[in-house]
């Protein structure tokens, strides 16, 4: 009886320390679960971040693509613009060059 009596004690000493490693156990899988549902709110926030991040990206490209066509454009007007001037040019230097011979005839005749 007295060996029954110290095999109860003990197997009572041990569902008192396998209930307390139970409440252990269930304190910290509580905290554990407090961490989670912490770290996935910043990992939520977090995807917002980026979402919006990559949204304002994606705006910024499609604005220096369309500046890049406006470029484009000007870069157009300014080589047909360049080649009036350089027609406008021709004629002004074909106009100066018969200014410049009559007016030397001019001079000729003016000293005779």
Do not use: C, P
């Not at 095999?7 to 307390?20: H, I, P, R, W």
């Not at 407090?34 to 979402?51: E, K, R």
């Not at 300014?78 to 009036?84: A, L, R, Y």
Request: net charge neutral; proline share 0%; hydrophobic share 30%.
């Amino acid at each position: 009886m007295k060996s029954g009596m110290k095999e109860t004690s003990d197997g009572s000493n041990k569902l008192a320390d396998g209930t307390s490693s139970a409440l252990n156990g269930s304190k910290e899988l509580s905290s554990n679960l407090n961490t989670l549902s912490s770290s996935s709110v910043t990992f939520n926030d977090g995807a917002d971040s980026l979402n919006s991040g990559l949204n304002k990206y994606v705006s910024g490209v499609n604005q220096a693509a369309n500046g890049g066509q406006q470029l484009s454009s000007g870069a157009d007007q300014f080589v047909s613009g360049t080649q009036q001037l350089a027609e406008g040019t021709k004629h002004w230097l074909i106009n100066l060059k018969i200014f410049q011979q009559e007016f030397h005839r001019f001079l000729k005749v003016q000293k005779q």
